[in-house]
């Protein structure tokens, strides 16, 4: 399980990055926390002739709060989500989130935009950024441009990151008030990849949930917006009904992988367990 | 004779262990040596398949290759083995090479051996290799394999059944026929492996200048692998010296001959250099000997009180393409009909086993081989049967258990018990677990929708094992040990033993045996292990010897050491031997206990003034002392365990709350020693139960084969285990001791599907294959 | 291409030439023959390579040695002669936290780091920060009662210090 051969470079800026991937022919793969592509490059699943490190480059760092939305630098690392106070406040289904994801030890290198920019679709992180319609800021040699996370995820490990395009940063809207969330997953072992995952996020009014946002994920190839579950719980207070007439909508809002390890009907049932239970917790952040 | 008892039974630290913890280990993988070269292996993708074409031309020619080796240049110097055992009468297996000869038999068999200057630079020239394999139908199931008109697994074999046999007693259908109730199931134990957390690791390093080979290997069995190298490479056993330093885990996985291991004892031979293969973790999946496997159908006939009558039970169980070498794959499906019931006073049985062959890895004796199967289905179907007869599965157990004082006892398998403690161990169970509390709770809960279960398994162990196990059979396998001890001329003491240490403590087990027959501390006895050419030969670990036999053994030359001590002492002293014994570092007067001469100065006077001696005096401060087992062929151990369990009826999550176990190993020569072997074995038997298991598709491809995918048993999955025990000494030795390494994985799998399958009970579901995982408990429920 | 590096390690300045394939965990036990290090599947999985870059835990065959360029890299050989942790190697000896010793320095990693950030850790978070460390051999509970009990030891360190403070 060693490596195969290639070069490396420790890219300076953004500009750098861009120009060493050109230079490479496009035959190069960007290195943030590597806690995904290390594993790929020992498995030699891939062999890149380049290897450019993102680490370097301050426009990929810090979180700061710019009217009304937590920007999120895509070196922020996995332990930052789980201590930072912006994050806390500004991010928190990240911050619910990062207990799921993995040990500490991977924690203290994994980063953020790795994370999104990697897209497993049992991931965590990918799953909290759609419910929390973040964006994703995007560098490209044509410019800057913010996707949606909804349109980011494409596919199985499929972005709307194009080649030799940097994912700088994630800006997340902050909570509003009577926002409220919840997180959790179904895992064989502590920091597993879940089998199934419910990120969700809500306003609660008088009149009932507002702007719901369900992602669910492992359920398919990408973070799965529950639309119709949303559509189920709009304008209504949470209690059993409103929740079972959610969980049944999954029926329609999924179409998970069949394995005969992982039937999709076990995917489906698990998936209606996990969001009813997140349903029953919501909490309060703002 | 007067023997100090100061330290057996005290929980000695290990020494060895501070070593670990400054960084300081041993291992063959830490080894470099000058001019050592690394080897890398080309493996067959495919399950099965005939070898059309292999260039290494290309890979010969890649920065940093210093040589290709296919089977045309390699396979001839290295006899083929063979893994039959002629006490399985009729087993057959085809003759194994190095690599693959024509024909590739798993996904994963060697193919070609790439030495390099650096393991990177061999993977890279891997790449290189042309392989081109025309596909072949691969045998994936066992059932599958006995159906008429399915290939053969190679064409080595004439037949895919490796080897068949029944027990079965006189009065076994009557038994059926009389019964008032019958209960029976349908079980499949899932394919696990060791997952060492140090992979399989060799260094050998053969001198053409002198023809010594020397093979850094991290395996529990030296002495095995002396001979095996010995034979198969026609050298003689004194030029083969095969050292075991510290080895990551090994758990009878590391006693195996492997194709890769000897591939690179047969390079170094040939290059004269030293040759490092250290397998990666990819590569111990597919390459390391995997264990179970099994499918038990199995019936229990008990008459209206409960009492077990008789068990009929047939187990199939798939062994990959070969029977390993030289302990055979057949040992473990043996040792599962023959401990079926074997807590119990039943009286009849049949055991029908049939191994079979298979396009995976081979399976092989892995930690209690066999016993997790026998535990398991003997466990699950006594608690169908008090669930039958609406009995407390402690009272059906009560009434079946071998009485604690109906000892000597023969079980209906054959087995020969000289004196267990099951009831004993039933009771200290069920008041260490609070059991009535546990229950009331459990009822109390489920009125809340949580589905808490108990399950209780009571086990017996074999360990200490004589020559009936693999010796009689042919096999090169020793059941003696060996130690030399010595006094040292400034009066400290050396233990050279043959049993071998991987982190359970054999070493400062050894040290305390010795130091109580010596009258000295155990940091006052050196222990050396793992080296043949410093060691004398024997059995080391396997088959939970190392207290039993290999203590026995050391109290044996301790003793003898210390009379040759008494009579120089005698001598130097013109004192009778009998008045003289040994205390606290020196020789005592035996009435008054008064101190006479120090052991520094017996060392000095025998060592540089012997001179001083009465003429005759022998001088001699070393004794040798080789001890074999005798009287019963195995000292069985017994036990019994409870789990507790939560299981989540919507998600089909388990969590595990709590184990207990109260295990019977006789004399416990360390508690803290033991209880860390019962702890490490009871997870080591929870892992295949809920998590561990190879999985592979339809074409034998094994789907999960690394650490990411196959899932361990880790810290947070894991409940704290509460220890109890009962010491029943075996009288077949001085010490007393029996095995314990494998007691904790014996039953631990038994007790957590019972424990799973109460749990399930409410809803009317049952729960018989391991690992039982969430898609399999949510199956049982009816949810998928 | 090779490329030259520099990074302390244990305190030392170290200077080495490597390709860029080179992992930190093949610099640290190939290059230098800091051995502690161990290697268990080279992907993150079993946490038997932990070392402390910048002071925090990280595998370290999931960095590549040129990536540690310019960092301050700890192994269990640093940490041992230091004396950081010399409280923890003696729980982990008294309670026969270790057998086969491989996973012994990814664990002391490991609960260096939980001590440093939480002084009085429960059981189950002892146990959810020992997530990503294997062990084949001692079933974590001895593990689980040394950290456990490094902490407890500390923490009545610490109270009787402050109470000879508060005396004075």
Redesign the interface.
Same mark, same amino acid.
């Not at chain 3, 023959?33 to 038997?48: D, S, V």
């Not at chain 3, 065959?61 to 590549?64: D, G, N, Q, R, Y």
């Given at each position: 399980m060693k490596s195969p051969a290639f070069d490396y470079v420790r890219a300076e800026s953004v500009a750098d990055a861009m120009s060493a991937y050109a230079a490479a022919d496009g035959d190069a793969v960007y290195l943030s926390g590597g806690h995904s592509v290390m594993p790929s490059l020992a498995l030699r699943l891939q062999a890149p002739a380049l290897l450019i490190d993102l680490s370097n480059i301050a426009a990929l760092s810090g979180i700061s709060l710019d009217d009304g939305w937590l920007r999120i630098g895509a070196m922020t690392r996995h332990v930052q989500a789980l201590n930072d106070p912006l994050i806390a406040v500004h991010a928190p289904l990240f911050a619910a989130a990062a207990p799921f994801v993995a040990h500490p030890a991977i924690r203290n290198r994994g980063t953020l935009g790795g994370s999104l920019a990697h897209a497993d679709p049992a991931s965590e992180f990918p799953a909290a950024a759609v419910a929390m319609q973040a964006e994703l800021e995007i560098a490209s040699s044509q410019g800057i441009r913010r996707v949606p996370a909804d349109d980011f995820f494409v596919d199985i490990y499929e972005t709307a990151i194009e080649p030799g395009e940097v994912l700088l940063a994630i800006h997340v809207p902050s909570p509003v008030a009577g926002q409220v969330i919840g997180f959790d997953e179904i895992a064989r072992r502590r920091g597993d990849y879940a089998m199934v995952g419910a990120a969700v996020q809500a306003v609660s009014t008088d009149a009932g949930l507002e702007d719901v946002s369900i992602a669910l994920f492992s359920v398919g190839n990408h973070p799965v917006r529950a639309r119709k579950a949303q559509a189920a719980l709009t304008g209504r207070a949470i209690d059993a009904a409103a929740i079972a007439d959610a969980q049944a909508a999954l029926e329609d809002d999924l179409n998970p992988p069949d394995d005969p390890q992982f039937p999709a009907s076990m995917r489906l049932h698990l998936a209606r367990v996990l969001l009813g239970r997140v349903l029953a917790n919501l909490e309060a952040v703002a | 004779m007067m023997a100090s008892t100061d330290h057996i039974g005290q929980s000695h630290r290990r020494e060895n262990a501070l070593r670990h913890l400054a960084g300081r280990g041993r291992f063959v993988t830490d080894l470099a040596l000058p001019r050592m070269v690394h080897a890398a292996f080309v493996r067959s993708p495919m399950a099965k398949g005939k070898i059309v074409e292999l260039d290494v031309t290309a890979a010969a020619a890649a920065p940093g290759v210093v040589r290709v080796f296919t089977a045309e240049t390699l396979n001839p110097i290295c006899a083929p083995w063979t893994g039959t055992l002629d006490h399985f009468a009729g087993m057959k297996s085809a003759p194994q090479n190095m690599l693959a000869e024509g024909q590739v038999l798993w996904a994963g068999h060697p193919v070609a051996m790439i030495l390099a200057h650096s393991r990177a630079e061999a993977e890279d020239a891997c790449e290189l290799v042309l392989l081109d394999i025309e596909d072949e139908d691969a045998v994936v199931d066992g059932d599958a394999a006995l159906v008429e008109g399915t290939p053969l697994v190679s064409d080595g074999i004439a037949s895919n059944l490796c080897y068949r046999t029944v027990l079965e007693t006189p009065g076994l259908e009557e038994a059926f026929s009389n019964a008032a109730h019958v209960v029976e199931g349908r079980f499949t134990f899932g394919r696990h492996t060791a997952v060492t957390l140090e992979p399989r690791a060799v260094v050998a390093d053969f001198d053409p200048s002198t023809g010594q080979l020397t093979v850094h290997h991290g395996t529990q069995t030296p002495y095995q692998f002396q001979d095996v190298y010995a034979h198969q490479f026609g050298l003689p056993d004194n030029k083969v010296r095969v050292i075991a330093p510290d080895v990551g885990g090994s758990f009878g996985m590391k006693l195996h001959v492997y194709n890769e291991e000897m591939a690179v004892v047969a390079a170094s031979i040939t290059l004269g250099r030293p040759v490092r293969f250290v397998a990666d973790r990819l590569e111990s999946f597919v390459s390391d000997v995997h264990a179970r496997d099994h499918r038990v159908s199995a019936r229990m006939a008990m008459d209206a009180q409960g009492t077990i009558l008789a068990m009929d039970v047939d187990d199939m169980t798939q062994i990959g393409a070969f029977s390993t070498y030289p302990r055979t794959s057949v040992a473990e499906g043996n040792q599962v009909i023959r401990l079926m019931g074997a807590p119990y006073t039943m009286p009849d049985y049949r055991g029908r086993l049939s191994v079979v062959f298979q396009n995976k890895v081979q399976t092989s004796q892995y930690r209690a081989v066999g016993h997790p199967i026998a535990c398991a289905v003997t466990e699950a179907l006594v608690d169908r049967a008090a669930e039958q007869l609406d009995l407390d599965p402690i009272e059906i157990r009560a009434r079946n258990l071998v009485a604690d004082d109906a000892y000597p006892h023969v079980s209906a398998t054959g087995y020969q018990f000289e004196k267990l403690s099951h009831h004993a161990a039933l009771a200290k169970l069920r008041q260490m677990m609070g059991y009535e509390t546990l229950r009331e709770e459990q009822a109390a809960l489920r009125k809340q929708g949580i589905y808490r279960g108990i399950g209780i398994a009571s086990f017996v162990e074999i360990t200490n094992p004589g020559a009936a196990f693999y010796g009689v059979g042919g096999a090169r396998v020793s059941a003696q040990d060996g130690a030399i001890v010595r006094l040292t001329p400034s009066g400290e003491v050396h233990c050279a033993i043959s049993v071998t240490e991987q982190g359970q403590g054999t070493e400062t087990i050894i040290a305390q045996v010795v130091a109580d027959q010596l009258g000295v501390t155990p940091d006052q006895v050196k222990v050396t292990t793992g080296d043949t050419d410093t060691t004398p030969s024997g059995g080391a670990t396997w088959a939970c010897r190392g207290a039993g036999i290999g203590g026995e053994t050391a109290l044996r030359a301790g003793r003898r050491l210390q009379a040759q001590i008494l009579a120089i002492a005698g001598a130097v002293l013109q004192a009778e031997p009998a008045t003289l014994a040994l205390a606290e570092g020196a020789v005592i007067d035996r009435a008054t206990g008064q101190e006479r001469i120090t052991l520094a100065e017996i060392g000095r006077i025998a060592t540089y003034r012997p001179d001083t001696l009465p003429e005759g005096c022998d001088n001699s401060l070393t004794a040798v002392q080789h001890f074999a087992p005798t009287g019963y062929p195995f000292d069985f151990t017994n036990g019994i365990q409870a789990s507790h369990v939560e299981v989540d009826i919507e998600t089909g999550v388990t969590r595990l709350l709590k184990h207990w176990v109260v295990e019977d190993c006789g004399r416990i020569i360390n508690p803290l020693l033991v209880d860390a072997q019962i702890r490490g074995g009871v997870v080591q038997g929870l892992g295949p139960a809920f998590f561990e298991e190879c999985m592979y598709d339809d074409m034998g491809q094994m789907t999960n084969a690394s650490l990411a995918d196959y899932l361990v048993p880790m810290a947070g999955e894991m409940p704290d285990i509460e220890i109890a025990h009962i010491e029943t000494p075996t009288l077949d030795t001085i010490l007393g001791a029996k095995g314990v390494g494998e007691a904790g994985t014996a039953a631990a799998g038994a007790a957590a599907m019972n424990a799973v399958n109460d749990a399930l009970r409410p809803m009317g579901a049952r729960i018989s294959q391991t690992p039982m995982t969430p898609l399999r408990i949510l199956t049982a429920l009816g949810h998928v | 291409?090779k490329?030259d590096i520099t990074l302390t390690v244990n305190g030392e300045a170290v200077r080495e030439t490597v390709?860029?394939?080179t992992?930190l965990a093949?610099l640290l036990?190939?290059n230098l023959? $800091?051995?502690?290090?161990? $290697?268990?599947?080279?992907?993150?999985?079993?946490?038997?390579c932990?070392v402390l870059?910048d002071g925090?835990?990280?595998?370290a065959?999931?960095?590549?040695a040129?990536?540690a360029?310019g960092q301050k890299v700890e192994?269990?050989?640093g940490?041992?002669e230091s004396g950081q942790i010399e409280d923890l190697?003696k729980t982990?000896?008294?309670r026969?936290a270790?057998?086969?010793?491989?996973?012994?320095?990814g664990m $002391?990693?490991?609960a260096h780091?939980?001590l440093a950030g939480n002084s009085d850790p429960s059981?189950d978070e002892?146990?959810?920060?020992?997530?990503?460390?294997?062990?084949?051999?001692?079933?974590?509970?001895?593990?689980?009662d040394a950290i456990s009990a490094t902490a407890e030891h500390r923490l009545s360190a610490e109270r009787r210090l402050s109470k000879m403070k508060g005396a004075q």
């Open positions: - | - | 291409m490329a390709e860029p394939r992992s093949d036990r190939d023959r $800091l051995t502690g290090t161990h $290697l268990g599947c080279e992907m993150g999985a079993c946490g038997a932990l870059l925090v835990p990280v595998h065959c999931l960095v590549l040129v990536q360029d192994t269990i050989e940490l041992n190697q982990f000896h008294d026969n270790l057998q086969c010793g491989f996973c012994t320095n $002391l990693m490991s780091a939980l059981r002892i146990r959810d920060a020992l997530s990503g460390n294997y062990c084949r051999c001692t079933g974590y509970e001895a593990i689980v």
